[in-house]
């Protein structure tokens, strides 16, 4: 990758979609407008291109852009919009589920061990009480909503395959970025389809939301890359 001065593009496209996270996260609770939705897409999109630059594999750009697009969708209002970034995030987990299986040291074995087995209890439960939660909540949506449930927990036992604590090329990142994601998936469930309009956490989790979503995305970044 080019080096300017000692830092790489790719180290200043980071910095910069850093940067963008930051003014979007001040705007996170406000009402959809243009700059919105440019600070919300450019801070994942220029992870992506930082990860094409630095020659990272074509599932992680492809994971990386598909949710770019997730966030473009989600930034904007209505219902189709909605519906389109789902589909596009439910495709990033997908992707993701890809790259974690095709890593050499992925292993299903280890989903029947200590400690990850536990882990897959968790990832049943919640994913459990996740659809119990929705489904009468979802309204015309429940169909979209309830398969969304198993792909985003699919990622999280992707990630168990991997060792735990492993230190090649930074896969320890994996397991803890791939939770962050899935929390801020199930904040976000939650604010949608259970809150209602006036609850007073509804000021706190889009703060939570992406945090999380976006710290999760660089952890992605910096494990494959």
Not at 86 to 91: E, I, M
Request: hydrophobic letters at 60%; aromatic letters at 10%; glycine letters at 12%.
């Amino acid at each position: 990758m080019p080096d300017l001065g000692g830092a790489s593009i790719g180290d200043v496209l980071v910095l910069f979609a850093a940067l963008f996270a930051l003014v979007y996260l001040g705007l996170t609770a406000r009402s959809p407008s243009i700059l919105r939705s440019a600070t919300k897409t450019l801070a994942v999109l220029l992870l992506a291109c930082a990860a094409w630059l630095g020659g990272g594999s074509a599932l992680l750009i492809l994971a990386l852009g598909l949710c770019t697009l997730g966030d473009l969708f989600l930034s904007r209002d209505g219902e189709s919009a909605f519906m389109a970034g789902v589909g596009s995030f439910a495709a990033g987990h997908l992707v993701y589920i890809f790259l974690f299986l095709g890593q050499e040291n992925s292993d299903f074995g280890r989903l029947m061990q200590v400690p990850q087995l536990l882990g897959v209890v968790v990832l049943v439960l919640a994913g459990l009480a996740m659809a119990r939660l929705l489904a009468p909540r979802a309204g015309v949506l429940k169909g979209p909503v309830l398969a969304y449930v198993p792909i985003i927990l699919g990622m999280g036992l992707a990630a168990l395959t991997l060792p735990l604590g492993a230190s090649t090329a930074g896969l320890a990142l994996v397991l803890p970025a791939a939770v962050a994601f899935m929390v801020s998936d199930i904040v976000l469930a939650f604010e949608t389809f259970v809150l209602s309009e006036n609850h007073p956490m509804r000021w706190i989790t889009p703060y939570v939301v992406w945090p999380l979503y976006w710290g999760a995305q660089v952890g992605f970044l910096l494990a494959f890359l």
